[in-house]
C-alpha cells in the first residue's frame, strides 16, 4: 500500500476525501453481476446485482452467463427509483424479459458480448505463503471465478473441472475443503 494516512476524527469528515477517489470500472464492456433474484407479478424476473463495468441500459440486450440465453433490460432501478442507465460501481435491479426467475442462480452475470468457459485448462499455480500446502500434493481443487465454485483434479499445471466455470479474468481462487486455511492459492490460466 502506498499514500495513505490514518483519521481519527468523525467518519462523515471523510466524505470529501472519499469522493475525490475516482472509480476503476473492473470490465470495459457492460458487466452485471447477480446476486439475488426473484419474480414480482406485474413486473415479471427482477435480478439484483452490481455493474462491474460499463453502462447497463434499460432496453439493452444482455447474454446471461451459464444460461446462455439473450435477455432484455426492461427497467432499472437505483436505490428503489427508476432510472434509465447505471454506470459501473452501482447496485441495481434489473426487471428482465426473456427469462424466468427459475432459471437464475446466485453468481451468474449478464453482459453485452458473449462468455468463455473453461472445464480443463492449463495455468501455473501459485501456493500462499499462510499454507501449508505443497504444489506436488495438491489433488482435488475448487475454483471460483466470482461468486460460484467449481471442484477439479489438478495434476502439476494441469486442470480438469467437473463441470464448466467461466472465464471473466486470467486468475482463479483455489480452495480445498480439507485443509486449513481453506483458500491456498491462485491459478494463472497459461
Known amino acids: 500500500m502506498k499514500n495513505f494516512g490514518f483519521f481519527s476524527g468523525n467518519p ?4 470529501p476525501e472519499l469522493d475525490k477517489e475516482k472509480h476503476v470500472p473492473r470490465f470495459q464492456n457492460t ?3 447477480i446476486d439475488h433474484f ?6 415479471g424476473t427482477v435480478a439484483l446485482g452490481f455493474v462491474l463495468g460499463g453502462q447497463v441500459e434499460k432496453h439493452q440486450k444482455l447474454i446471461c452467463s451459464y444460461a446462455d440465453k439473450e435477455v432484455q ?14 454506470q459501473s460501481g452501482v447496485r441495481v435491479g434489473l426487471a428482465l424479459k ?24 492449463n495455468g501455473k499455480l501459485e501456493i500462499s505463503p499462510f ?6 500434493e495438491v489433488q482435488e481443487i475448487f475454483v471460483s ?15 480438469q ?30
Open 98 to 121: 426473456n427469462i424466468d426467475s427459475d432459471e437464475l442462480e446466485r453468481g451468474m452475470f449478464l453482459s453485452d458480448t458473449p462468455f468463455q468457459y473453461l472445464s480443463s485448462f
Open 161 to 190: 473441472l467437473e463441470k464448466p466455470i467461466l472465464k471473466i479474468k486470467n486468475t482463479l481462487v483455489v480452495s480445498t475443503p480439507n485443509r486449513s486455511p481453506r483458500i491456498f492459492g491462485r491459478i494463472r490460466i497459461g
Open 38 to 43: 426473484f419474480k414480482v407479478k406485474s413486473v
Open 31 to 33: 458487466m452485471v453481476l
Open 145 to 159: 471465478d466470482e461468486m460460484r465454485y467449481q471442484r477439479g483434479m489438478v495434476d502439476k499445471s494441469s486442470v
Open 73 to 86: 433490460v426492461r427497467s432499472i432501478q437505483v436505490q428503489d427509483e427508476d432510472q434509465e442507465s447505471a
Open 12 to 15: 462523515m469528515e471523510l466524505l
Open 131 to 136: 499454507s501449508k500446502l505443497n504444489v506436488d
